[in-house]
C-alpha cells in the first residue's frame, strides 16, 4: 500500500532521497543538486511554491517523490513540474515498488491528484521518451508532442575513431583545421574550473557574452545566474577523474582563452556517464573565425571520453548543428491536465499560450 502526501519541507540532501534517486529513471534535473538550489534560489523570486509529494510504503519507507511547483499566473492555479526555463528534463523519481503500484492503477493516481491539491492546470514539460508512461500512471491523461527534441550522442573510444564514425565531414575537417591554426598563431586553452571564486567570473562572463543573442535568454535574469552559479560551483566538487566517479550528478564549467583573454564558456551538468550540455557563450566578435564554440564542443567531448563519458548531450532544442555532431534526436513531449472548470476553459481558450511559455 503506497501512501502520497505534501511533504513542501523535504530535504533533498537526506540519504533517503540519495537513496531513491540513484535507483530512479529521474534525470540530472531531479538530483539533489540541481533541485536543492532549484527551491532555495529560484522558486521564490518567481513567486512560486514549492509543491513536493511523497510517496511512502507501509512501513513509512520514502518509494517515490515527484518534485513540483505551485504558482499563479493570468488568474489561474498552475500546478508545473520543475521547470522555470531551465530544467530539460521533467521526471517524477520513482523506486520499482512505486512504479508497480501506480501502472495502470486508478485510484493511485486520485491518491496523487488529492495530495496535489486545488489548482486550475497542471503543466508538465519537456518529458522524455523514458519518463512519459510513468508521468501517465501518476496523471491519467494522454501527452502530446512538444514540438522540438532532445540530441545526444554515444562515445566510444577512441576519440579520432569515434570523431571520423559521427561528425558530418565537412565540419569535422572545418574544425580541426581552425583549431590547428588558432593555437599555432595564439596560446589557447581550455580549462575546466574548481573553485568557488573562478566559477563565479566564469558565470558573469557566460551571462556577458550572451547577451544580446538570445532572446528570453534567462540567464540574464539576476536570479537565475545566481541559480547556476551555485549549481556550477556546489557540483564542480563532485566532477570525477574516472569512469568510477561518473555515476553521480556533478557540474562542469569550462573556460576557453585566447592569449589570456576570454574566448568561450560552456556549462553543464554530467550524470550516469552523460555531459549534459546546458549554456555556451563565445566572444564572436574577437574569434570568430576560430568557430569558438564548436572548438569547445570537439575538445570538451575529447576530454570526457577520455574520463569514461559515455553520452554528450545536446539538450533540448533542433538547432541544425546537433545533427553535424551525429545526434539522435528524442521527441518530447508534455502533458496539460485541467483541475477545475475554470482550467477547463483556459485549456480551451488559451492552451496555446500554456504550450509556448514556460517562464
Known sequence: MISFAQENGFDFASNDYAKLFAGSNASAFQSPLWLNQFYDVLVPQRQAETLVVTLRDADGELVGLVPMIRRRKSGLVLVEATDLGVSDYAAPVLGDAAREALRGDPQAQASFMAAVGTHDIMRVQPVLPDNVDEWQDLLGCAHEPTGFGAHA???????????????????????????????????????????????????????????????????????????????????????????????????????????????????????????????????????????????????????????????????????????????????????????????????????????????
Open 153 to 359: 550522442v554515444a562515445l566510444a573510444p577512441p576519440f579520432e575513431d569515434w570523431r571520423k564514425q559521427n561528425l558530418d565531414k565537412k565540419l569535422s575537417g572545418m574544425v580541426a583545421r581552425k583549431g590547428k591554426r588558432w593555437k599555432k598563431q595564439h596560446r589557447v586553452e581550455l580549462q575546466r574550473l574548481h573553485d568557488a571564486a573562478s566559477i563565479d567570473l566564469a558565470v558573469k562572463n557566460l551571462a556577458r557574452l550572451r547577451q544580446g543573442r538570445f532572446e528570453g535568454d534567462p540567464i540574464q535574469e539576476a536570479t537565475v545566474a545566481e541559480f547556476y552559479a551555485k549549481v556550477a560551483s556546489l557540483g564542480a566538487s563532485a566532477c570525477g577523474t574516472k569512469t568510477s566517479d561518473l555515476s553521480t550528478c556533478a557540474a562542469e564549467t569550462w573556460v576557453l582563452t585566447s592569449d589570456g583573454s576570454v574566448a568561450g564558456v560552456l556549462f553543464g551538468l554530467t550524470f550516469r556517464g552523460a555531459f549534459h550540455y546546458l549554456l555556451i557563450g563565445a566572444d564572436y566578435d574577437a574569434h570568430g573565425r576560430h568557430s569558438p564554440g564548436l572548438q569547445m564542443y570537439d575538445w570538451i567531448i575529447e576530454d570526457w571520453m577520455a574520463r569514461g563519458g559515455t553520452s554528450f548531450d545536446f539538450t533540448i532544442g533542433d538547432e541544425p548543428f546537433k545533427q553535424q555532431f551525429g545526434t539522435e534526436a528524442r521527441p518530447m513531449a508534455r502533458f496539460l491536465r485541467a483541475g477545475s472548470l475554470k482550467g477547463c476553459l483556459a485549456l480551451s481558450l488559451f492552451g496555446h499560450k500554456l504550450r509556448r511559455t514556460n517562464g
